[in-house]
């Protein structure tokens, strides 16, 4: 699938779709909130008018955050596969008698903080299964082990389903335990564990996930404490349109209470390895549309609130990264050096993403690489051409 450069005249592009999809897209070039009945409109729309919905999220995206697209150097850190939640969409956990069963130690875990460091990182992103024999102090612990060995590193650690294990465990109230894990050393959260923000949908993903509410409370709480996170969605699975709009409708509802997400990052379903699937319970994977739908809608959505679009480069591939960075996306997530769980669904873009490589891809869009930290302050700019 060729890279291909969408129509930069979103005008033009405006008068190519039909008279309802032409009013919400005009309304949304003049920086106007979208309803979601608007949003509705948009995501169920079919084809036709699809290549005007892509082009005006990407005027609205040079207009809101201009033609720099970001990326962080981090490493990710995902300490444990004992998991005993089994969530069907998930192909990397498994027990604690199984072969490839692993627990990091923390000194491992500290050394992989500090090589990460040394390396130019400047986040590392934990994140872990939840074993039945998890001490209730052991996400305090890691971050005192990573702060020790690398006191300057970014942490950007937990999601929601583990601060709730974690305050299951000690039975600590929720605010006081994001306290107490910010105090040593959490600097974000990521917004995982959030896949679709439908209770009767997550009972089909995952019985023993967080709840809707849950996890609202965990993020709500985090932003009031200081502790920014991410926000996700993931899409492609069982989940239908009015699912991708309620949930970016939630989540900018929360962000006009908090301000505290730095950013909004669709997750396209993974599907190969997953029971999910092979139990023919969920579609293969979004589509094309889909891909350029999501990011396109949420551009549109999320005007205003949350102005940081993530393409997930491990899922998406190299083509459908750079197209869905056409279609409103600014920023080509993290370095990552080792990443396990998308690659264990089944997916095949790699581990790890040189800086060198980001700048290419990014320049191949005709657009501006510049490094960020987790929370989008930028770092270094990289103006040049293509080779």
């Given at each position: 699938?060729?890279?291909?450069?969408?129509?930069?005249?979103?005008?033009?592009?405006?008068?190519s779709?039909?008279?309802?999809?032409?009013?919400?897209?005009?309304?949304?070039?003049?920086?106007?909130?979208?309803?979601?009945?608007?949003?509705?409109?948009?995501?169920?729309?079919?084809?036709?008018?699809?290549?005007?919905?892509?082009?005006?999220?990407?005027?609205?995206?040079?207009?809101?955050?201009?033609?720099?697209?970001?990326?962080?150097?981090?490493?990710?850190?995902?300490?444990?596969?004992?998991?005993?939640?089994?969530?069907?969409?998930?192909?990397?956990?498994?027990?604690?008698n199984?072969?490839d069963?692993?627990?990091?130690?923390?000194?491992?875990?500290?050394?992989?903080?500090?090589?990460?460091?040394?390396?130019?990182?400047?986040?590392?992103?934990?994140?872990?299964?939840?074993?039945?024999?998890?001490?209730?102090?052991h996400?305090?612990?890691?971050?005192?082990?990573?702060?020790?060995?690398?006191?300057?590193?970014?942490?950007?650690?937990?999601?929601?389903?583990?601060?709730?294990?974690?305050?299951?465990?000690?039975?600590m109230?929720?605010?006081?335990?994001?306290?107490m894990?910010?105090?040593?050393?959490?600097?974000?959260?990521?917004?995982?564990?959030?896949?679709?923000?439908?209770?009767?949908?997550?009972?089909?993903?995952?019985?023993?996930?967080?709840?809707?509410?849950?996890?609202?409370?965990?993020?709500?709480?985090?932003?009031?404490?200081?502790?920014?996170?991410?926000?996700?969605?993931?899409?492609?699975?069982?989940?239908?349109?009015?699912?991708?709009?309620?949930?970016?409708?939630?989540?900018?509802?929360?962000?006009?209470e908090?301000?505290?997400?730095?950013?909004?990052?669709?997750?396209?379903?993974?599907?190969?390895?997953?029971?999910?699937?092979q139990?023919?319970?969920?579609?293969?994977?979004?589509?094309?549309?889909?891909?350029?739908?999501?990011?396109?809608?949420?551009?549109?959505?999320?005007?205003?609130?949350?102005?940081?679009?993530?393409?997930?480069?491990?899922?998406?591939?190299?083509?459908?990264?750079?197209?869905?960075?056409?279609?409103?996306?600014?920023?080509?997530?993290?370095?990552?050096?080792?990443?396990?769980?998308?690659?264990?669904?089944?997916?095949?873009?790699?581990?790890?993403?040189?800086?060198?490589?980001f700048?290419?891809?990014?320049?191949?869009?005709?657009?501006?690489?510049?490094?960020?930290?987790?929370?989008?302050?930028?770092?270094?700019?990289?103006?040049?051409?293509?080779?």
């Amino acid at each position: 699938m060729a890279t291909t450069v969408l129509p930069c005249d979103a005008d033009t592009a405006v008068r190519s779709a039909s008279p309802m999809i032409a009013r919400i897209l005009d309304r949304a070039l003049e920086g106007r909130e979208l309803t979601r009945e608007e949003g509705l409109i948009l995501a169920e729309m079919g084809t036709e008018s699809l290549d005007a919905f892509v082009a005006v999220a990407d005027e609205i995206r040079r207009r809101r955050v201009g033609d720099i697209i970001t990326y962080v150097v981090n490493r990710n850190i995902n300490f444990t596969n004992i998991c005993i939640i089994g969530c069907k969409f998930c192909a990397f956990s498994t027990g604690p008698n199984a072969a490839d069963a692993y627990d990091l130690s923390f000194e491992e875990i500290a050394r992989r903080g500090a090589e990460a460091w040394e390396r130019g990182a400047t986040e590392v992103c934990v994140q872990g299964g939840l074993p039945r024999e998890l001490e209730g102090f052991h996400y305090r612990d890691i971050l005192r082990a990573i702060k020790r060995a690398t006191p300057e590193i970014h942490i950007h650690a937990f999601s929601p389903m583990e601060v709730v294990y974690g305050v299951e465990k000690t039975g600590m109230p929720l605010a006081d335990y994001l306290a107490m894990l910010k105090a040593d050393g959490l600097g974000s959260l990521p917004g995982t564990a959030a896949e679709i923000l439908d209770d009767e949908v997550r009972q089909l993903l995952s019985r023993k996930k967080v709840t809707v509410k849950q996890w609202v409370d965990v993020i709500t709480t985090a932003h009031h404490l200081g502790i920014p996170t991410t926000s996700t969605m993931m899409y492609g699975h069982v989940e239908q349109p009015v699912h991708w709009v309620n949930q970016l409708c939630l989540l900018r509802d929360i962000q006009k209470e908090t301000g505290g997400f730095t950013e909004f990052v669709p997750l396209g379903f993974v599907h190969l390895n997953t029971h999910l699937f092979q139990e023919g319970k969920s579609r293969p994977g979004p589509t094309l549309e889909e891909h350029l739908k999501v990011h396109a809608l949420a551009r549109l959505m999320l005007q205003g609130a949350i102005d940081n679009i993530q393409v997930s480069w491990v899922k998406l591939g190299r083509e459908l990264s750079q197209r869905c960075l056409q279609a409103g996306a600014n920023d080509y997530s993290g370095t990552l050096m080792e990443e396990n769980i998308s690659r264990l669904a089944g997916a095949t873009a790699g581990e790890y993403l040189p800086p060198e490589e980001f700048h290419a891809r990014i320049r191949e869009l005709g657009r501006i690489p510049a490094e960020r930290s987790t929370t989008y302050k930028l770092l270094k700019i990289f103006p040049g051409r293509a080779n």
